[in-house]
Nanobody
């Protein structure tokens, strides 16, 4: 059973930084790409960042480029999201999940019907 436990959220001032963590279990963490997502109030969940199983390749949403850094520690089954230069638009609940490579679609994606953790709330004040 997949379990995802996100932490590290909180309140930050605009321009500040936060570091999120996600401990994953239930499948072989070290062989699967991982991603961060977020859901702002009244909006759909959106992709933020992705990292391959070995950490050698990363991909970011335009909103995260240059400000956020995703990393992972396979020995700890943990993926991180370092967020800097925060702004009010970053206010959301942040989630992580496995993003295995899909041969059929040719990309990395969270499998349909995958379970999600509780997320961690980030609130950025101006």
């Amino acid at each position: 059973q997949v379990q995802l436990i996100e932490s590290g959220g909180g309140m930050a001032q605009a321009g500040g930084s936060l570091r999120l963590s996600c401990v994953a279990s239930g499948r072989t963490f070290s062989s699967v790409a991982m991603g961060w997502f977020r859901q702002a109030p009244g909006k759909d969940r959106e992709f933020v960042a992705r990292i391959t199983w070995n950490g050698r390749s990363t991909h970011y949403a335009d909103s995260a480029k240059g400000r956020f850094t995703i990393s992972r520690d396979n020995a700890k089954n943990t993926v991180y999201l370092q967020m800097s230069r925060l702004n009010a638009e970053d206010t959301a609940v942040y989630y992580c999940n496995y993003m295995p490579y899909s041969v059929g679609s040719g990309d990395y994606r969270v499998p349909s019907g995958a379970s999600w953790g509780q997320g961690t709330q980030v609130i950025v004040s101006e």
